[in-house]
C-alpha cells in the first residue's frame, strides 16, 4: 500500500556537523511534502514543505531536496546543535489537509 | 504550538471506562484533524472534521471510536470501553484552510493510559 518511510530510526552526529535525515515515499502522484519536528513529551512542529515541481527548498539551517525519480527526500540541518536533538518525521499532504507520517527518526546531537 | 490547546495532557483509564479528549484550536481556525501516535511510531490520521462537519473520517475506529465539532467548544474525540490497545498520544491540529500549506498546526497532545 501507500507509505511513507525512513531509512534509518536513529541518526547520532557530534554537535557543529551536519545531519542528513533521508526519507522514502511509494505514491508517484505525490506533489507536497513536510518535515516535522517533535521533541519529546511535544506535538509536531513544521519545519519546511517542498513541492513535486522544487528539487531543492532552503530554510534556515534547514535543506530538503527532493528526487522524483527515486522517490526520496532527504532533510540536511547544517551545524547541527544540542537543540535539535527530536525525531523528525516526513509527511506527505494529501487532498484535504490529511497527513501521511512515516515512522520518524531520532537525531542525537553530542556534544 | 500556534495556539492548539489539548486537554487533559495526561489521562488514566481503566478497561471499559470511557475517555474525553478535547481540542481547541488556534482562534479563527474551523478546520480540526486528529491523530494518533503508538509509542516509536509515526502519527496516523484519524479524522478531519469542521465546524460541525465531519469531512473525512477513514483513519477513525470503525466502533467505539467517536468525533465531534460542534458550532461552539472544543472538538471531542471521545473512545467508549477503551482497551489496552487505546494507549497512546491523541493530537490535535487545526488549520485555516485546506490548501496545501502545510500550515497544519499541532497541539500538545493528549496521553492515554488504559489500566
Known amino acids: 500500500g501507500e507509505s511513507v518511510g525512513l531509512h534509518l530510526p536513529t541518526l547520532s552526529v557530534q554537535e557543529g556537523d551536519n545531519s542528513i535525515i533521508n526519507c522514502a515515499y511509494s505514491?508517484?502522484?505525490?506533489?507536497?511534502f513536510i518535515w516535522y519536528k517533535q521533541e519529546s513529551g511535544k506535538g509536531p512542529q513544521f519545519i519546511i514543505d517542498?513541492?513535486?515541481?522544487?528539487d531543492k527548498r532552503q530554510g534556515q539551517r534547514v535543506t530538503v531536496l527532493l528526487n522524483k525519480t527515486v522517490k526520496h527526500l532527504s532533510l540536511q540541518i547544517a551545524a547541527t546543535q544540542p537543540g535539535d536533538s527530536a525525531v523528525y518525521f516526513c509527511?506527505?499532504?494529501?487532498?484535504?489537509?490529511?497527513?501521511?507520517f512515516g515512522q520518524g527518526t531520532e537525531l542525537s546531537v553530542k556534544p | 504550538n500556534a495556539g492548539v490547546m489539548q486537554n487533559p495532557r495526561h489521562l488514566v483509564r481503566r478497561r471499559g471506562q470511557e475517555a474525553r479528549l478535547r481540542c481547541s484550536p488556534v482562534?479563527?481556525?474551523?478546520?480540526v484533524y486528529w491523530y494518533r501516535q503508538l509509542p516509536e511510531e509515526g502519527l496516523k490520521f484519524m479524522v478531519y472534521?469542521?465546524?460541525?462537519?465531519?469531512?473525512?473520517e477513514s483513519g477513525m475506529p470503525k466502533e467505539r471510536f467517536s468525533a465531534e465539532f460542534p458550532k461552539e467548544g472544543p472538538s471531542i474525540l471521545r473512545i467508549q470501553q477503551v482497551v489496552r490497545g487505546d494507549s497512546a498520544a491523541y493530537f490535535c491540529?487545526?488549520?485555516?484552510?485546506?490548501?496545501?500549506?502545510?500550515?497544519?498546526?499541532f497541539g500538545e497532545g493528549s496521553r492515554l493510559t488504559v489500566l
Open positions: 482562534k479563527g481556525h474551523s478546520h
Open positions: 517542498i513541492r513535486s515541481n522544487m
Open positions: 491540529a487545526s488549520s485555516l484552510g485546506t490548501g496545501s500549506t502545510g500550515e497544519l498546526f
Open positions: 472534521l469542521q465546524k460541525e462537519n465531519i469531512i473525512d
Open positions: 509527511a506527505e499532504n494529501r487532498k484535504g489537509g490529511k497527513l501521511i
Open positions: 505514491n508517484s502522484a505525490s506533489d507536497y
